[in-house]
């Protein structure tokens, strides 16, 4: 064997033995690696709040009225049927939030197409009261109607229906008191 092709072969065997070195050392280094490293993980779950906005005429029996079909029926302390310009009639009314949001608290109050009466017919107010019940004296007690409402929380209201001197006789329509809970 000449010279220059052992040393060919001993050149090639030592690139081979780098090589291998290398492979496992690189092997090595990434079970090494591998050794080292740690992973960690948190997680939630989420859940969307929830209420139900309910309504009562007597301030314990409390059910839901979603639409105006389905409206509790008022009791006035005088009859609302026979109005003169300048009478005024009170109605107890109780809202009640539950679930788990808060939300604002919005009131209006419209007239129903379909009768002769109009807005410039009636006067409409409504307050807050400490306990149920609606006369005079409760409404001129009263407060504020809250913008806002939490759950679990009963807002009593007193409200009053004024006949103007624009009343007309013989008018005739149906009121609708509408309060609205958006959750906050």
């Given at each position: 064997m000449d010279t220059s092709s052992a040393a060919k072969g001993l050149r090639r065997r030592r690139i081979y033995a780098v090589l291998a070195g290398g492979l496992v050392l690189g092997v090595g280094t990434a079970v090494t690696l591998?050794?080292?490293?740690?992973?960690?993980?948190?997680?939630?779950?989420?859940?969307?709040?929830?209420?139900?906005?309910?309504?009562?005429?007597?301030?314990?029996?409390?059910?839901?009225?979603?639409?105006?079909?389905?409206?509790?029926d008022l009791t006035f302390v005088v009859n609302p049927t026979n109005l003169s310009p300048g009478d005024t009639v009170y109605a107890p009314y109780a809202v009640k939030l539950t679930g788990s949001s808060a939300a604002d608290l919005?009131?209006?109050?419209?007239?129903?197409?379909?009768?002769?009466?109009?807005?410039?017919?009636?006067?409409?107010?409504?307050?807050?009261?400490?306990?149920?019940g609606c006369d005079a004296t409760a409404f001129n007690a009263g407060t504020a109607i809250p913008a806002s409402i939490t759950a679990g929380q009963t807002?009593?209201?007193?409200?009053?229906?004024?006949?103007?001197?624009d009343l007309v006789q013989g008018h005739t329509g149906t009121v609708t008191w509408k309060w609205e809970a958006v959750s906050q």
């Open positions: 591998a050794a080292w490293n740690d992973s960690e993980f948190a997680k939630s779950t989420f859940t969307a709040g929830s209420f139900v906005f309910q309504g009562s005429t007597d301030g314990t029996a409390f059910a839901d009225h979603a639409s105006e079909a389905g409206a509790a919005t009131q209006t109050v419209a007239i129903a197409s379909g009768g002769t009466l109009v807005a410039a017919d009636l006067v409409f107010d409504a307050v807050a009261t400490t306990a149920f807002v009593n209201l007193c409200l009053k229906v004024s006949a103007t001197e």
